[in-house]
């Protein structure tokens, strides 16, 4: 119990001087290929340059956080996120210094396997403020971008884990749909296998990347030779 405590003491002196270090960073989100939060470059829209990593924990990114308020994310949500030491499964899409959508990874454990679930997922798109600048029209793609970023992930570094799911509303079927993902009762959701709109994202982001395993380089290989098949038809 005393080594308990001591631990959790130097947790909060940990956390106490790391926010008091993000009261004191300012200026732009300076996001580039060799920053180790970034794990795969891709593009959103038509071919705007965009970054899949880890959330970049910073007084801007907070402040971004609080002006985009999109559902589930919030700034509460993520300075719980490091009081419980699960920053690492806070992921973004980041693109010309703007965060632009944010995911969070969680297992889903049953009786006979584990899961990688995407607990939540929220774009700029489906914010709830009203615009201050209507001259910005929020980017199409992010929650695609979002996902290929999570299956590449999934495949390269947490490949024992079963599958990729996630719960939606019923409203959002049509979108999942599209994906590839198959649904399981009423709003929970499985991938079978990227197509279409993610099948291109992801071969986006494999685009010079350099962290490939064997594995995901031929079940890419796979899934380009299905869709050329179905094209063909």
């Known amino acids: 119990k005393a080594e308990t405590g001591a631990s959790m003491d130097r ?11 993000i009261k004191k960073s300012g200026g732009p989100l300076d996001v580039g290929e060799d920053d180790p939060m970034v794990f795969y470059r ?10 899949f990593m880890r959330f970049p924990m910073s007084m801007e990114s907070l402040m971004q956080v609080a002006d985009m308020n999109v559902e589930f994310f919030h700034v ?15 992921l973004a899409c980041v693109a010309k210094g703007n965060i632009l959508g944010l995911a969070f990874l969680a297992l889903r454990e049953q009786i006979f396997k584990k899961d ?32 290929a ?9 947490m490949p024992k884990l079963k599958e990729l799911v ?4 019923l409203g959002a079927r049509r979108f999942y749909d599209s994906l590839g993902f198959a649904a399981r009762g009423l709003a929970r959701y499985a991938l079978r296998e990227p197509k279409a709109n993610l099948l291109r994202a992801i071969l986006s982001m494999t685009h010079g990347c350099r962290e490939l395993s064997k594995e995901t380089i031929r079940e890419i290989r796979k899934l380009i030779a299905k869709q050329v098949k179905r094209l063909r038809k």
Do not use: H, Q
Request: aromatic fraction near 12%; glycine fraction near 8%; charge should be positive.
């Open 11 to 21: 947790r909060r002196e940990e956390l106490t001087e790391f926010l008091e270090e």
């Open 116 to 147: 990688l679930e995407i607990k939540y997922l929220a774009t700029l798109r489906g914010k709830t403020w009203d615009m201050e600048r209507p001259s910005f029209k929020p980017p199409r793609g992010v929650g695609t971008f979002l996902i």
């Open 149 to 157: 970023g999570v299956w590449l992930l999934w495949k390269n570094r």
């Open 166 to 169: 996630l719960d939606s509303e």
């Open 42 to 51: 891709g593009v959103i829209d038509a071919a705007t340059p965009a970054y």
């Open 76 to 90: 509460r949500f993520i300075l719980n996120c490091l009081i419980r030491g699960v920053e690492r499964n806070l």
